[in-house]
C-alpha cells in the first residue's frame, strides 16, 4: 500500500509512452532514491517547461519563444521551407542536420475516415507564407504513406502557381536495405526513382 | 475461433505504441476487424496500407471478439500509386467508401471480387474511373439500393433511356423525361452499353448518379458523407487527360 502521492506519480509517469505501471514502479523507485539528484531537477524542469513551452505562430514548431529559435536564426536559409508532419519529424531532421532551411509543421494528414480535411490542417498558413515571397523552394518531407502522399499532392495544388520550386523526398532503398528482404512497393518505387550513376 | 483468407486492407488505426486495428475485406467474411501486434513496426507498416492485398489469418477465442490479424503482403498497391495523384485519390475513395458502407462480419463476395478488379485495373488501363462508377452501381445494388437502368419505368421501353428518377432510381426515356428534365439525374450511356467509352462529361454524370444514390440512401441516413478523396479525384481527372486516354 502506497501512499497516495507516490500512487498518483505512478499512475501519470504509467500514461507516458513506452512505460506500463510496473515501469511506472521502478522509475519512482528511482526517482525518490536520488531525490536531490534527480527527483527535484526533473520537477523544476517539467514546471518550466509546462509554462513556458509554446507553438511557433511562424511554422507551427515548439519551443520557448515565439518565433522559434530556428525561424529567428539568421544563419538559417529563409528561401527554402521543409514541410513536414509533426514537432517530431523537425527534430529527425534537425538530427540528421541535412537540411537548414525552414520549417513548416502541418499539424497531421489529410485522412479520408477520420474526416480531416485540408482545413484542418495548417496549409493555409504555409501557402501565405510562400506567397508572400522570398521562397525559392518547398520540400515536401511526408510520410511515404497513403495519407501522407495525399497531403503532399494537395499541397503540390495549392502551390502551383506560387511560383516556388515543390520538391519531394525519394521513396526507396533504406540504408543498408538488402532487396531480398524489402516489400514490392518499396522495390517498385525504387526501380522507377533510379538514376544514372 | 479461425479463419485464413486473402483480404483487402481498408483502413488502418494505430493502438498502443506498437500495434494496430487494421480493417480488411475478404471474400468469405465480409468486412472484419483486427488487432495486429507490431503493426507500427517497420516490417508491417508499409504492407498495412488501405488498398493492398494481404494474406490474413484471423485468430480469437471467441467469435466476437476483435481477433488478432497475423498477415503477409500479396499484392502491394499502394505503393505503386503513391506518386499518381488522380489514381491515389482514387484508391483512398474507393477503400474508404467501402469502409462506410459495408456492414461488418457479413460476406459480400461479389463486392471483395469488384473491389479487387477495380484496384487491379488502375494498374492496368487507364480507363479505371469507369471501372470505379461500375463498383459503386455495384456497391449500391449489393446493399438493396440498386438501380434498374434496364427499361423506361413510365412506357417499359428499353431504348432511349436518358434519365434517372433521384426518388426511385429507376430509368425513364427521352419522351418521359422531357418534361421533367432539370428534376431528374442524366444517365450516361455507358451504363448500359458497356462497349461505349464515356467522354469526360458523361463520366463525371456517372459518378454524380451514384454519388447522388450513395449520398440518399446508405452515407447520409447514417449521418456520413462522400470521403473528400472522391471529390479530389474528380477535380484532379482533368479533361484533356481524360480525352486523351479515353481517345
Known sequence: ?197 | MEWRQSAVILDCRPYGETSTIAHVLTRGHGRYAGLVRGGRGKRLRGILQPGNEIDATWRARLADQLGNLSIEPVKDRAARHLSDQVRLAGLTAVCALVQQTMPEREAHPAIYDALSAVLDSMDETPLWPIGLVQFELGLLQELGYGLDLSACAVTGVVDGLTHVSPNTGRAVSTEVAAPYKERLLPLPQFLNNRAHIPDYEELLSGFRLTGHFLNAHVLGPADKHLPKARDRMLDRLAQADWDKESA
Open chain 1, 1 to 197: 500500500m502506497n501512499s497516495p502521492e507516490i500512487d498518483s506519480l505512478i499512475m501519470l509517469l504509467s500514461k507516458l509512452p513506452g512505460i506500463g505501471p510496473r515501469s511506472a514502479r521502478r522509475a519512482v523507485l528511482h526517482l525518490i532514491k536520488r531525490r536531490e539528484g534527480l527527483m527535484m531537477p526533473l520537477s523544476q524542469s517539467l514546471a518550466d517547461t509546462a509554462t513556458k513551452i509554446k507553438t511557433c505562430g511562424t511554422c507551427g514548431n515548439l519551443d520557448t519563444s515565439d518565433p522559434c529559435l530556428i525561424c529567428r536564426d539568421p544563419e538559417r536559409d529563409k528561401g527554402a521551407i521543409c514541410v513536414i508532419e509533426d514537432a517530431g519529424d523537425l527534430w529527425a531532421l534537425e538530427r540528421s542536420g541535412i537540411f537548414s532551411g525552414q520549417y513548416h509543421v502541418l499539424g497531421g494528414v489529410l485522412s479520408a475516415l477520420d474526416g480531416i480535411g485540408p482545413d484542418d490542417l495548417t496549409i493555409d498558413p504555409l501557402v501565405s507564407r510562400v506567397r508572400d515571397g522570398g521562397i525559392s523552394e518547398v520540400i515536401l518531407a511526408l510520410n511515404a504513406t497513403v495519407d501522407g502522399q495525399t497531403t503532399a499532392h494537395v499541397i503540390m495544388d495549392r502551390l502551383a502557381d506560387s511560383g516556388a520550386k515543390v520538391s519531394g523526398l525519394a521513396h526507396g532503398l533504406p540504408v543498408g536495405g538488402e532487396l531480398d528482404y524489402l516489400d514490392d512497393g518499396t522495390i517498385a518505387a525504387a526501380f522507377r526513382a533510379r538514376r544514372s550513376v
